[in-house]
């Protein structure tokens, strides 16, 4: 059966160093004043956690992947595989995400998704960013679920725009629906995250490209609300 939920604040700020995704980003969080959005580095962003977009075999060898594993040395590409080797058998799907302690003060965790399968895979033709972005999202609740406020804030960068060549305001587009699917539903499994994100965008490329398209989930056995 599904449950009503209060959600606890959660301080969200999206960062980047491309001009033109931040831009974007202005643009289609118009309407959400309490996202912070900034013209920088992640490594600047004091939150609890960063998320990474990776390649399903969760290998740091480019992108932004590749500046954190700098920052926070080489065991954090050691335990991120080791997460997605105990909870998915070796292989992150895109629409799924780990979230591992990063062995910092701050951020305490990365949350890596990615948003291809094989590092440099061009996805400007996918709806890969908007299920990277709810699975990190739903990260943040199944972490808060096992240890509740240990994710209070989390700096995410424009998926997809650089190594993934999504356009900007595609990328800021399908953020904001992955963002605001985070405010309207939990869902019990990341393979339902998937499953609803697909049915509904799945005509995506007939809608206006200046306009973000809301997921509208369902509710079933097993998921909350």
Same mark, same amino acid.
């Given at each position: 059966?599904?449950?009503d939920?209060? *959600? ?28 912070? =959005? ?25 992108g932004?992947?590749?500046?954190? +594993?700098? #920052?926070?040395?080489?065991? =954090? ?5 080791? !997460? ?25 965790f ?27 999202? *739903?990260? =943040?609740?199944? *972490?808060?679920? +096992? !240890? ?41 499994? #990341? ?8 049915a509904?965008?799945?005509? =995506?490329?007939?809608?206006?490209v200046? +306009? ?14």
């Open positions: 059966m599904t449950e939920r209060v *959600q606890s604040p959660l301080r969200v700020v999206l960062t980047d160093i491309n001009t033109a995704v931040v831009e974007s980003w202005r643009a289609a969080f118009a309407d959400e004043p309490q996202i912070e =959005i900034r013209n920088g580095s992640l490594l600047d962003e004091d939150v609890d956690a960063w998320v990474s977009p990776t390649n399903s075999r969760g290998r740091m060898d480019g932004v992947d590749a500046i954190v +594993k700098r #920052y926070l040395g080489a065991g =954090i590409q050691l335990r991120v595989q080791k !997460a997605i080797r105990d909870e998915f058998a070796g292989t992150l799907p895109v629409g799924s995400a780990v979230c591992v302690p990063s062995g910092a003060v701050r951020p305490r990365l949350i890596s998704t990615p948003t291809m399968e094989t590092s440099s895979q061009n996805v400007s033709e996918t709806l890969n960013v908007a299920l990277a972005c709810a699975a990190a999202f *739903q990260a =943040i609740h199944r *972490q808060n679920k +096992k !240890a509740p406020g240990s994710i209070r804030s989390v700096a995410l960068v424009g998926m997809g725009a650089r190594t993934g060549r999504v356009p900007a305001r595609v990328c800021a587009n399908l953020m904001w629906t992955g963002y605001t699917l985070f405010h309207d539903h939990t869902f019990a499994d #990341y393979d339902d995250l998937r499953a609803t994100i697909e509904q965008l799945d005509d =995506i490329e007939n809608a206006p200046d +306009k973000p398209v809301r997921i509208e989930p369902h509710r079933r056995a097993g998921s909350h609300r």
